[in-house]
């Protein structure tokens, strides 16, 4: 869902980035993941983010999985339980 970009991480200039946009990364980088701005983003929308450091490349996808859910829920027809 969405499109797919290719980032470049060099050991002078690493990255973080949201981990619901995170898709594969070389397997040469070393990466933790963080909770974003210090609280779990609740009120944000923000969660986790995966900091990346080292040399490689980090495929990351330009929409998530939530926002494919929150696009579809107007179509989606529920059962009635009386039905």
């Known amino acids: 869902f969405g499109d797919l970009v290719e980032l470049i991480v060099t050991s002078d200039k690493p990255i973080s ?3 619901e946009h ?4 070389d397997a040469n980088l070393d990466y933790d993941i963080k909770v974003a701005s210090g609280m779990f983003g ?12 080292g040399d ?9 999985l939530h926002s494919l859910a929150e696009a579809l829920q107007p179509f ?7 039905s």
């Open 17 to 19: 980035i949201d981990n």
């Open 22 to 25: 995170v898709i594969a990364w």
């Open 42 to 53: 609740f009120t944000s929308g923000e969660g986790l983010v995966n900091h990346f450091t």
């Open 56 to 64: 490689g490349k980090v495929l990351i996808q330009t929409r998530n």
């Open 76 to 82: 989606i027809v529920e059962k009635n339980s009386n």
